[in-house]
C-alpha cells in the first residue's frame, strides 16, 4: 500500500478582485506543491539556486507575501528585505535555519510542517543503528577495496534485548520506538515534556532524568528540536554516564550534541556512533566536509538527509501547501512557530458592543489616552452579525474614569474586568 501523500484538490477559484498572493520557493520543492500552490491561484517564484547571501535581494526583487524554505539560511537581512513579507514557512521541522527573532521583531509569522518526516528520519535512524551493530559502512569499503574480512565482521552484539534509549519522545520518537519493539528491544524515552503516564500509554519505560536514561541503554537515539534549552544536551556527563560499547546516534540537530565531548567517548568508551547531522555543515547542498568526528573509527555519518525521502517530500509539499492556504483564507498561520507562549497582560477587559463602525477605534482611543498597552485582542462577532464582543488582554487596568468614557459610547453594551490569573497569550486571532 503506497504511503504518499496526496495534495488535495483546490476549491473553486475565488471571484473577488486584488492581485493573486506571491510565494517565493527560495529551494529545492516538489513539484506537487509548485503545481498546488499555481492550481490555487497564487503567483509562485521558484529559485532553489537561492543561497544566504543572495536570498535578501531575491525577496527584494520579487517582494513575495510568503517565502518558503528547505534548508535555506534566512537571515535578518533577508527578512526585512521587504514589507510585503508576512509568512516564512519552513518545508520541514526543524526552523534553526530561520532568524525566527528577527521575523518575530518584524511581526512576521513563521510556521513549520511538524512530523512530515517522522517515518523517514526513524528509518534513517534504523539505518544508523544497524550500520553500527553490523559495521556495514566498513565492511562495504573493504569489499570495494577487494578485502575479505568474514573473522572481524562476524563479531557483532546483534539488538534483541537490547535497551534503546529515545532522547526526545515527539511524533519521530515514537516512530523509532515502534521499530525497536519489532526487534524485541526494551525501549525507554525522556524529553522535558514526558511523563511517567504518557509513556506507560505508550508502551516505552519512562526517564525521568537524562543522565538515568544514559545509564541504563544500550543504544541511545536523539530526536529533540534545537533550541536554546537543547544546545549541548548530550555532554559531557552525559556521555561520561553512557556504558562502555555503548550505540549513539544523533538525526536531530548538530546542536543538541558537544561534539569534543562525544569524540572524547568515542576514543575513551569505544562508543558506536550514528551521525546525520554535525555541529558544522555546508550550508548548500554540496560542499567542503571537514569535520573531524567522522574519521574517528566506530563513527559513521551521512548528510543530513533523515527527512529527504519522496514519501515525506510529498506529505511535506501538501502540509506546505495547507499551511499557505489556511493563510491566504484566514490570516492566520498554521503550525506557528513563533508567537508568545506569554505576555505581559494582567487584566481582561470584556466589551459586549453592537457590531458598527467606530466603537473599536473609540475603545482603542481610551486605553491608549490611558497609556496602556494592549498585547492580545479577539472579536467575537455573533450570529446574526448584529453584536460582537471583543475581549482584549492589557498589560495595566483601567481607571474607573477611562472605563466610564468607553461605556459613553452608545454602542457599548457592557463592560466587564477580569483580573487573570497568570500572564498568558489567550486570545486568538
Request: proline share 4%; glycine share 8%; aromatic share 4%.
Amino acid at each position: 500500500m503506497s504511503t504518499s501523500t496526496a495534495i488535495p484538490a483546490p476549491p473553486p477559484a475565488s471571484s473577488e478582485g486584488g492581485s493573486a498572493l506571491r510565494v517565493l520557493v527560495a529551494d529545492k520543492f516538489e513539484s506537487s506543491g509548485v503545481a498546488a500552490l499555481k492550481a490555487r491561484g497564487f503567483e509562485v517564484i521558484v529559485d532553489a539556486e537561492l543561497s544566504p547571501e543572495t536570498l535578501a535581494a531575491a525577496v527584494a526583487k520579487h517582494a513575495p507575501k510568503v517565502l518558503v524554505v528547505r534548508s535555506t539560511k534566512v537571515k535578518a537581512d533577508a527578512i526585512g528585505a521587504s514589507e510585503s513579507l508576512e509568512l516564512i514557512v519552513r518545508a520541514g521541522a526543524g526552523y534553526d535555519n530561520i532568524d525566527v527573532a528577527a521575523a518575530s521583531r518584524r511581526g512576521i509569522l513563521v510556521s513549520n510542517c511538524p512530523g512530515k518526516n517522522a517515518i523517514a528520519v526513524a528509518e534513517l535512524a534504523w539505518a544508523l543503528i544497524l550500520s553500527c551493530d553490523r559495521r556495514v559502512p566498513d565492511q562495504v569499503a573493504e569489499l570495494r577495496a577487494g578485502t575479505w574480512n568474514k573473522k572481524e565482521y562476524q563479531k557483532a552484539q546483534g539488538l534483541a534485548g537490547r535497551t534503546v534509549g529515545i532522547v526526545g519522545f515527539g511524533q519521530i520518537g515514537r516512530e523509532v520506538a515502534k521499530r525497536a519493539k519489532a526487534f524485541g528491544m526494551p525501549v525507554i524515552a525522556w524529553s522535558r515534556s514526558l511523563t511517567e503516564a504518557q509513556a506507560a500509554e505508550a508502551g516505552v519505560g519512562w526517564c525521568g532524568n537524562l543522565l538515568n536514561l544514559a545509564k541504563l541503554a544500550d543504544v541511545i537515539t536523539v530526536h529533540v528540536a534545537a533550541t536554546p534549552d537543547t544546545e549541548k544536551l548530550c555532554g559531557e556527563k552525559f556521555f561520561a554516564a553512557l556504558k562502555s560499547g555503548a550505540t549513539f546516534v544523533n538525526t536531530s540537530r548538530g546542536t543538541v550534541v558537544d561534539e569534543q565531548a562525544l569524540a572524547n567517548a568515542v576514543k575513551t568508551k569505544s562508543l558506536r556512533v550514528g551521525l546525520d547531522v554535525f555541529a558544522q555543515e555546508p550550508s548548500g547542498g554540496t560542499g567542503q566536509f571537514a569535520d573531524a568526528i567522522v574519521t574517528l573509527p566506530g563513527v559513521y555519518g551521512t548528510h543530513h538527509v533523515g527527512a529527504s525521502t519522496d514519501q515525506a517530500q510529498q506529505a511535506i509539499a501538501a502540509e506546505t501547501v495547507r499551511v499557505i492556504e489556511v493563510f491566504e483564507r484566514t490570516g492566520d498561520a498554521a503550525n506557528c512557530v513563533n508567537r508568545a507562549a506569554a505576555t505581559p497582560a494582567t487584566v481582561l477587559l470584556s466589551i459586549r458592543h453592537l457590531n458598527r463602525p467606530g466603537v473599536l477605534a473609540h475603545v482603542f482611543y481610551t486605553i491608549g489616552q490611558a497609556g496602556i498597552n494592549v498585547e492580545e485582542m479577539e472579536n467575537v462577532i455573533y450570529e446574526g452579525a448584529e453584536a460582537a464582543c471583543a475581549r482584549i488582554h492589557l498589560d495595566a487596568p483601567l481607571s474607573k474614569e477611562h472605563l466610564d468614557a468607553i461605556r459613553r459610547n452608545p454602542n457599548v453594551l457592557a463592560i466587564a474586568t477580569t483580573t487573570l490569573a497568570r500572564k498568558s497569550a489567550g486570545a486568538s486571532r
